[in-house]
């Protein structure tokens, strides 16, 4: 059973605007991605790294980008101009994923649902992919869920997005948090003393849910 895509919409934004811009998300655009397929939506906002706000999506396939639902989302969005033409940086990258742990039960995939996320995208050759996902299985996933973590999920580039590109590496981790993550979790110091040069371009995410509203403030 194949898992759902994940789609990152990354932006720096203005911070004066970033309020006009999250009920902007909350009320117009993740109720119209939801119309046009999208399992989940969410939006965090960054405390570590990355950009300001990073949106994530999940859908069955990058088939959901050729919709007639999608693609008519734009035009019919009025406000949708107004919003994009303030972002000063922006990244828009589709991912699939390869491991989703701790496992669900036969059939099901759990969408992504977390108050809080650390991500980590690198680069590294595809000869290296069996002995990264041997490594989470070996332990580090273990080591995560025991220092509260909800759920890892590792993922890989595939095709573009239809109008966006990316400038972000191939290899993604995401770690789903309850709460703000600890210091001990630091994976990125133990993948790169593990894989050494064999991973480069590294680049960290921390950040809070803006959306759907969190369970607990941050």
């Known amino acids: 059973m194949s898992h759902p895509i994940i789609y990152t919409a990354e932006l720096d934004y203005p911070q004066a605007d970033l309020a006009h811009f999250a009920d902007w998300y909350a ?5 119209n991605l939801y119309e046009a397929g999208f399992r989940t939506c969410t939006c965090y906002r960054a405390v570590t790294g990355g950009m300001d706000v990073i949106d994530i999506y999940e859908a069955e396939s990058a088939a959901v980008f050729d919709a007639p639902r999608y693609r ?9 101009a107004e919003i994009l033409t303030k972002r000063l ?3 828009h990258t589709v991912y699939d994923q390869l491991l989703i742990a701790p496992p669900a039960p036969p059939g099901e ?10 991500l980590i995208r690198f680069a590294a050759a ?13 332990g580090e996933t ?10 890892l999920r590792f993922a890989q580039r595939t095709g573009d997005h239809p109008v966006y590109t990316t400038h972000r590496p191939r290899c993604l981790f995401l770690i789903e948090w309850p709460e703000r ?8 110091r133990r993948m790169s003393e593990r894989f050494g040069n064999e991973i480069s371009d590294v680049d960290t995410f921390v950040g809070y849910r803006l959306y759907p509203w969190p369970d607990k403030p941050a």
């Open 89 to 91: 940086d922006k990244a």
């Open 27 to 31: 009320y117009r655009h993740a109720p």
């Open 181 to 188: 993550p600890p210091r001990d979790a630091d994976t990125q």
């Open 126 to 138: 595809t000869a290296t992919d069996d002995r990264i996902a041997a490594w989470l299985g070996d």
């Open 109 to 118: 995939t759990p969408a992504l649902d977390a108050d809080w996320i650390s």
């Open 72 to 80: 008519a989302m734009g035009p019919k969005d009025p406000y949708v």
């Open 142 to 151: 273990a080591r995560l869920i025991a220092l509260g973590a909800k759920r």
